[in-house]
């Protein structure tokens, strides 16, 4: 007779052996002091992947300096990293599900250190994108185990949402901090030093993981589904390839066109194949719960405000009122600063107001956001967008802990990993189709707009390239040029981006407000929570040297 330990106690498994070793420690129960520690070890682990979705935005002038990158190399910069980690989430947590959540866990720290390593040195444009691809593989071994591991310590509804809260918090903390950081770190070093920073966390969260992380997994889980990974990541990196590099070969363009439909097309594939699967990743049943379908879509929504609106703002701060890295990041402090204040009381307003109204008034606060920056000019100053960033903020957090806690909560207790993989990989689709979608209108205003102010003046091939490549290689050949060519050019590159910039947070506001209507008219008015939880087995934390029979 085996012990295991479910949440505070135990319970007697016959037969039962360590989920991933064949034995292991004696089992004890999860103590609460023990539960707080695992929970901030997930956490700690949870900011460095969700930091390293924008901590390399008030890098990018940088890298069009450094690396000569282009509008469109920054956004597969951008993107590379989340549609690989999107991509590989609904199989990572059924791996998570079948092998061990603590495992997976520990597994993405270590590929995930490694691979930020790599992206440090990258020498080339083409380097730096397969090391962040690459990066989005640990980032997805690591996030839906995080979210599996607490649903599975914290059995209790209350405890639970509270931990859901703080694990938002942390999320949408990661993204919002990540220019800061990054602007802090660029003050000193190089922008290597953006991916070098996760290496030290990661090796903490590591040490503290093995003595303090408890195991879990559902035994019944089937093998992992790499052909629905394969078609999920094909067909997502076709549709993004036509969005990110339309504005380069043009919308019209029979390559876009194609890549675009094949895109769609493996996507249609990938949900056929996942609804006759025999063990699908993505569970199509799962839809049929309005708390769980239109709960995900609205995350998704956010994120591509929130990422979409990062990616430009931190580009106009410094190309367009010239601060510096350091100077953007302390400036979208009050983004990050609204997110890390009103996350951790959503719990209690939703609670009190229900599902539909919380996750409602949060997009339309997104809404709301990217409309009032919407309007800015060539004039506008940081004052300017300081409210709309603020609304960001606060929308994003209420919304991100009440649709986690609305996910979770759906779902049976032992599809949790699955569960919490489909929530976190649309919130990444959601933040990649927005840097896509945004970045990509962003360029054709800008494009188009210098086209015509260049058209009464010859321009030599070689840098009309670099003008329309992007607004910081428009005013490196103003710097060089100098005198009145330098200053019309700037004043061309400037109004061009702005404009830009006034569509595509436009087309952000109108998708955040249909998003809303959707939510206040689909969620549930108050929280619908799922069966009560079962026991699910929990393995103690234990040694990968220990072995034999658990008693």
């Known amino acids: 007779m085996a012990n295991v330990s479910v949440a505070n106690r135990v319970v007697h498994v016959p037969g039962?052996?360590?989920?991933?070793?064949?034995?292991?420690?004696?089992?004890?129960?999860?103590?609460?002091?023990?539960?707080?520690?695992?929970?901030?070890?997930?956490?700690?682990?949870?900011?460095?992947?969700?930091?390293?979705?924008?901590?390399?935005?008030?890098?990018?002038?940088?890298?069009?300096?450094?690396?000569?990158?282009?509008?469109?190399?920054?956004?597969?910069?951008?993107?590379?990293?989340?549609?690989?980690?999107?991509?590989?989430?609904?199989?990572?947590?059924?791996?998570?599900?079948?092998?061990?959540?603590?495992?997976?866990?520990?597994?993405?720290?270590?590929?995930?250190?490694?691979?930020s390593i790599w992206a440090a040195f990258s020498g080339s444009v083409g380097m730096l994108i397969a090391a962040r691809a690459s990066m989005g593989v640990g980032g997805a071994l690591i996030m839906p185990s995080t979210l599996a591991l607490i649903t599975s310590m914290y059995t209790d509804p209350r405890e639970r949402q509270r931990a859901f809260g703080l694990w938002a918090a942390t999320t949408g903390a990661g993204v919002a901090l990540g220019p800061i950081i990054g602007g802090l770190l660029l003050a000193h070093f190089s922008w290597g030093s953006v991916f070098l920073i996760n290496v030290p966390i990661a090796a903490l969260a590591l040490v503290l993981a093995f003595p303090f992380v408890p195991n879990s997994r559902n035994l019944q889980a089937g093998r992992p589904d790499l052909l629905g990974a394969l078609l999920s990541i094909s067909g997502l990196g076709l549709l993004?390839?036509?969005?990110?590099?339309?504005?380069?070969?043009?919308?019209?363009?029979?390559?876009?066109?194609?890549?675009?439909?094949?895109?769609?097309a493996v996507l249609v594939s990938f949900a056929v194949w996942e609804r006759f699967a025999s063990q699908p990743m993505l569970r199509l049943s799962f839809f049929r719960r309005r708390e769980f379908s239109v709960a995900v879509l609205s995350v998704s929504m956010v994120m591509f405000g929130l990422f979409g609106a990062l990616f430009v703002l931190t580009q106009f701060l410094q190309f367009d009122l010239g601060y510096t890295a350091l100077q953007t990041g302390v400036r979208l402090l009050p983004?990050?600063?609204?997110?890390?204040?009103?996350?951790?009381?959503?719990?209690?307003?939703?609670?009190?107001?229900?599902?539909?109204?919380?996750?409602?008034?949060?997009?339309?606060?997104?809404?709301?956001?990217?409309?009032?920056?919407?309007?800015?000019?060539?004039?506008?100053?940081?004052?300017?967008?300081?409210?709309?960033?603020?609304?960001?903020?606060?929308?994003?957090?209420?919304?991100?802990?009440?649709?986690?806690?609305?996910?979770?909560?759906?779902?049976?207790?032992d599809h949790t990993g699955i569960g919490a993989a489909t929530n976190s990989a649309f919130l990444q689709v959601g933040g990649a189709l927005g840097v896509a979608v945004i970045g990509s209108q962003l360029s054709t205003r800008y494009q188009g707009r210098m086209i015509a102010s260049m058209a009464p003046y010859h321009v030599a091939g070689a840098v009309q390239t670099t003008i329309l490549g992007s607004v910081g290689g428009a005013l490196q050949v103003a710097g060089r040029e100098g005198g009145m060519v330098g200053e019309m050019l700037v004043g061309w590159a400037r109004t061009a981006f702005v404009s830009g910039m006034d569509l595509a947070f436009l087309t952000g506001a109108l998708v955040a407000a249909a998003a809303a209507l959707l939510a206040l008219l689909a969620l549930p008015g108050r929280p619908q929570r799922g069966a009560p939880v079962r026991p699910r087995v929990i393995a103690s934390p234990s040694r990968p040297d220990e072995g034999g029979q658990q008693t």
């Open 240 to 264: 993004l390839w036509a969005i990110i590099d339309a504005p380069v070969h043009g919308w019209s363009s029979p390559t876009v066109i194609g890549a675009g439909i094949g895109g769609v």
């Open 335 to 413: 983004a990050a600063g609204s997110i890390i204040l009103v996350a951790p009381f959503a719990s209690l307003l939703d609670r009190a107001f229900g599902t539909k109204l919380v996750v409602g008034a949060g997009l339309l606060l997104i809404a709301g956001g990217l409309w009032e920056i919407s309007g800015a000019t060539v004039a506008t100053t940081y004052v300017g967008t300081l409210a709309g960033m603020i609304m960001l903020g606060v929308g994003a957090a209420l919304v991100i802990p009440t649709v986690t806690a609305s996910v979770m909560g759906s779902l049976p207790a």
């Open 16 to 115: 039962g052996r360590d989920d991933m070793q064949g034995g292991g420690a004696a089992a004890s129960p999860v103590r609460p002091a023990r539960r707080g520690l695992a929970l901030a070890v997930l956490c700690l682990s949870l900011l460095i992947v969700t930091l390293d979705n924008t901590v390399l935005n008030v890098a990018l002038p940088t890298l069009v300096r450094d690396l000569g990158a282009t509008s469109t190399d920054l956004q597969w910069i951008v993107d590379a990293y989340v549609l690989v980690f999107a991509g590989l989430l609904l199989v990572s947590g059924s791996v998570a599900d079948r092998f061990g959540r603590k495992w997976t866990f520990i597994a993405g720290l270590v590929g995930f250190a490694g691979c």
